[in-house]
């Protein structure tokens, strides 16, 4: 089945950076786009970045600059590397991966979280 499990998460100083790990399994990684959201305490969960399969990324003005989105496809593995870091980067940071295409119906997977403090 499909899984996505992040990693990397934690707790670091103002200013700092953080890579953040989302492994995949259960489908064909390369072909599809894959996004990175995250959600704030009493806030709406955000898209933060996405990459597709051929590698075209966006990202949300709030990280743009400071984090990049890329992706192994060897490793069916996606990254989310966050650098100068902000207090308003707290949130609890998901993996997604929407429209993986199961027999004749397409279904959006997450993951489980994980959670950036960014805190002195």
């Known amino acids: 089945q499909v899984q996505l499990v992040e990693s990397g998460g934690g707790l670091v100083q103002p200013g700092g950076s953080l890579r953040l790990s989302c492994a995949a399994s259960?489908?064909?990684?390369?072909?599809?786009?894959m996004n990175w959201y995250r959600q704030a305490p009493g806030k709406e969960r955000e898209l933060v970045a996405r990459?597709?399969?051929?590698?075209?990324?966006n990202y949300a003005d709030s990280v743009k600059g400071r984090s990049t989105i890329f992706r192994d496809n060897v490793k069916n593995t996606v990254y989310l590397q966050m650098n100068s870091l902000k207090p308003e980067d707290t949130a609890v940071y998901f993996c997604?991966?929407?429209?993986?295409?199961?027999?004749?119906?397409?279904?959006?997977?997450w993951g489980q979280g994980t959670q950036v403090t960014v805190s002195s």
């Open positions: 997604n991966v929407p429209g993986v295409r199961i027999g004749a119906t397409s279904y959006d997977y």
């Open positions: 990459i597709t399969g051929t590698g075209y990324r």
């Open positions: 259960g489908f064909s990684f390369s072909s599809y786009t």
